[in-house]
Structure formats: C-alpha cells, structure tokens
C-alpha cells in the first residue's frame, strides 16, 4: 500500500526541498495488507485508516489522489505506523492517520493535517480539499 514519490526513503540524506509525510493508521507488511483490505470489504465503518479507506481502492491507488499526489510541488512519502516509530521515534505517540510537513533546512517536522480532521473526511474530494488547504502557505517559492 505504500508508496514513494519523488523521493529516497533514506532519512540521512539531505533533502532537496522539503517534503510531505503521509502517515497511515495501518501497520506494514503483506499480511497486515491483506488484513486491512478485507476489513475495509467486511466493515468498512470501523476501518482505522480514513487516509487509507479514501485513498485506496480494492485494487490500488485512486486514480485522482494519484493525481492530486504527483503535482504536489514537494518531495512526498508515504509510512505505515510502524515505519514511523522506526524512523521517527520523536513522533510515535502522534495520532494517527496524519500528514506532516519535513522541513529540507533543519529537518524540522511539523504537524499540519492532524488525525482528527481527515477521520471527518467523508470522500476523497473532501480529503483533497483539507490537504490542499493544509498545504496552501507551505510551497516553496
């Protein structure tokens, strides 16, 4: 389910601009997929992940988030819960799902789309709409 764009997922590297983290309220691995892709089926009301639910179908990627993703004027990456806790141990205690923002200069990290607000996202157009305006004020020039 994960996917990078743009982007090395060596956290040593220097960034070349910075970068978005979408952060999933779901655990990696190909079992845990699988887990996760029947629970959405079965009871998609109680699935954990509204970033995931939204953002995926049963058979991928949306094609317009896909979109919305790729003309982001940022380097994007996509971490499961467990991902974050290993590679960002300062941010595991963060309610989940979320979308930060990774500063390239100091590699500060800010918080700019919390769990809260995407769990009372409904459709994907709405998610599309709060990220966009999350986002709007952080573009580089």
């Not at 959405?40 to 949306?62: E, F, H, W």
């Not at 789309?113 to 994907?124: F, H, P, S, W």
Request: glycine letters at 4%; one cysteine or more; proline letters at 4%.
């Amino acid at each position: 389910m994960a996917i990078n764009t743009h982007v090395s997922t060596d956290q040593s590297a220097a960034l070349s601009r910075n970068r978005l983290l979408f952060v999933y309220n779901a655990d990696s691995g190909f079992l845990n997929m699988l887990k996760d892709w029947t629970h959405k089926i079965v009871s998609p009301s109680t699935y954990d992940c509204q970033l995931c639910a939204l953002t995926y179908g049963n058979t991928g990627m949306r094609k317009k988030w896909h979109t919305f993703i790729s003309n982001l004027s940022f380097d994007t990456i996509f971490l499961h819960r467990d991902e974050l806790g290993k590679q960002y141990p300062s941010l595991i205690n963060t309610p989940l799902p979320c979308i930060f923002l990774e500063k390239k200069i100091g590699r500060s990290i800010q918080l700019i789309l919390d769990a809260e607000t995407i769990n009372k996202q409904q459709t994907l157009d709405q998610l599309i709409d709060v990220c966009s305006r999350s986002i709007d004020g952080h573009n580089e020039p």
